[in-house]
T-cell receptor, first 118, second 116 residues
Framework: GAVVSQHPSRVICKSGTSVKIECRSL??????MFWYRQFPKQSLMLMAT?????????EQGVEKDKFLINHASLTLSTLTVTSAHPEDSSFYIC??????????????FGDGTRLSIL | DQQVKQNSPSLSVQEGRISILNCDYT??????FLWYKKYPAEGPTFLIS?????DKNEDGRFTVFLNKSAKHLSLHIVPSQPGDSAVYFC???????????????FGSGTQLTVLP
């Protein structure tokens, strides 16, 4: 099945640090990747939709200057949390869909990144 | 406004019995529904899906039922196994051709515990 790799799996860093998270589709081309955030015992909240070669579309309330998304190729999207603060601590998950735009294709998820800001 | 709701945060069942996880939605434009399973510190894994043109889809021990008039879907797992213990998310999507419309709206999840 389709594999999405997310790296790193865990980050612990000081307040003010910028953190980059990578999301790769390993065995398929993903024109669209999605970035989610999950707080404990809550649902996955969509942050932004990343389309290869174009600017990401951010959901309401998500600061685009805070969460920089780059989708430079069909297999890689990155999320950079700039000047991270303790309130940015969360579980970040990416997902990807196949290049072929079949409406019944499920999204395939990475294993997530646990970000802890001290 | 939660468009996809899973009202039971947790469910415990005995091994071998049936697990029934429920999900309700409010947006009548949703026409494709998915169930994902998630273990701690891992991303969700796709389980099973159903299109709104069907009312049932079965895959091994997993069956999803869709009641469009009630805007309700359920996931049945039978027989339940201890390895099924995880958080189950239902998700919904509007299937039109633009990329942004493929985004999923998730419920808040139900923690299933299958007791040996």
């Amino acid at each position: 099945g389709a594999v999405v790799s997310q790296h790193p799996s865990r980050v612990i860093c000081k307040s003010g640090t910028s953190v980059k998270i990578e999301c790769r589709s390993l065995d398929f081309q993903a024109t669209t990747m999605f970035w989610y955030r999950q707080f404990p015992k809550q649902s996955l909240m969509l942050m932004a939709t990343s389309n290869e070669g174009s600017k990401a579309t951010y959901e309401q309330g998500v600061e685009k200057d805070k969460f920089l998304i780059n989708h430079a190729s069909l297999t890689l999207s990155t999320l950079t949390v700039t000047s991270a603060h303790p309130e940015d601590s969360s579980f970040y998950i990416c997902s990807a869909t196949h290049r072929q735009d079949h409406s019944n294709q499920p999204q395939h998820f990475g294993d997530g990144t646990r970000l802890s800001i001290l | 406004d939660q468009q996809v709701k899973q009202n039971s945060p947790s469910l415990s069942v005995q091994e071998g019995r049936i697990s029934i996880l429920n999900c309700d939605y409010t947006n009548s434009m949703f026409d494709y529904f998915l169930w994902y399973k998630k273990y701690p510190a891992e991303g969700p894994t796709f389980l099973i899906s159903i299109s709104s043109i069907k009312d049932k889809n079965e895959d091994g021990r997993f069956t999803v039922f869709l009641n469009k008039s009630a805007k309700h879907l359920s996931l049945h797992i039978v027989p339940s196994q201890p390895g099924d213990s995880a958080v189950y998310f239902c998700a919904a999507r509007i299937s039109i051709s633009s990329g942004s419309a493929r985004q999923l709206t998730f419920g808040s999840g139900t923690q299933l515990t299958v007791l040996p």
